[in-house]
């Protein structure tokens, strides 16, 4: 699927900014079977980048090979949006609207949208959470940073969660702005926002471009069972695997 993020029109897969263009055939990839990812770099001279690719996401994080270092923290200036939800073929994503942002060291990337992948495409120690939800965020020059945030299952529903799986529209590639009804993304956040991994990668899905800056939170976000099932009856996993580190620097909050 061809998508634009204002200065650039890049094909995204699932790892979507808002404006959302479907062109025919935009689906033939997918997460098994011949357009699988083991075949990504092969469907589209645009997706060359998914094999060939140095610093490709996502990946398994190792406590063991980190590098603890004094990292700024993430400022996390979320506000509530107008809820813009779309079944895009692949996931459950939510557009979002101007004025919500993350500050790292300086920098604004603004929130552009998030969505879900089961389970967890990052593996912690060789473990994935039961699902992961990716905010993604842009600078003022178009450089793309995410952060992942995992979630658990446990016996309390997530009250954002919920409120989108009421609303995920009935026809896939429909985007639906509901009226009457907001969503604030600071609800997917844990309580602990200042300890986390960061590293240098790609979007997880074709194109799989390269140059993301991404913040994997260390702790998870609650969701209950029947969530996490109500997801999973759409997309049962849409996670691509752990991709090779190639000597990639994972930098960790002590």
Not at 15 to 41: C, K, N, Q, R, T
Not at 49 to 56: D, F, P, R, Y
Request: proline share 7%; net charge neutral.
């Amino acid at each position: 699927m061809r998508i634009a993020i204002g200065i650039a029109v890049v094909a995204v897969g699932s790892l979507f900014v808002p404006i959302v263009h479907a062109e025919e055939g935009a689906h033939h990839w997918s997460y098994s079977g011949h357009g699988g990812p083991a075949h990504w770099a092969e469907l589209e001279k645009d997706y060359g980048v998914c094999g060939l690719g140095k610093t490709q996401s996502p990946i398994d994080i190792r406590d063991t090979t980190v590098k603890k270092a004094a990292l700024p923290a993430i400022t996390f200036d979320y506000k509530p949006s107008p809820l813009s939800i779309i079944d895009n073929g692949h996931t459950i994503q939510v557009n979002y609207g101007p004025g919500s942002f993350i500050t790292v060291d300086g920098k604004r990337y603004e929130l552009v949208q998030f969505h879900f992948h089961k389970p967890s495409e990052e593996k912690i120690n060789g473990k994935s959470s039961d699902m992961v939800a990716h905010l993604v965020h842009k600078d003022a020059e178009g450089h793309l940073a995410v952060v992942a945030v995992l979630l658990k299952k446990s016996a309390q529903p997530n009250k954002l969660v919920d409120t989108l799986w009421q609303n995920v529209p009935s026809a896939k590639e429909k985007e639906t702005a509901v009226q009457g009804v907001q969503v604030d993304a600071a609800d997917l956040l844990p309580t602990n926002k200042a300890a986390y991994y960061t590293f240098t990668g790609s979007l997880t899905t074709p194109p799989c471009s390269e140059g993301v800056t991404w913040f994997v939170l260390k702790s998870p976000t609650s969701v209950s069972k029947s969530e996490v099932a109500r997801f999973a009856k759409l997309y049962p996993m849409n996670a691509r695997p752990a991709q090779p580190l190639n000597g990639r620097e994972i930098r960790t909050t002590p």
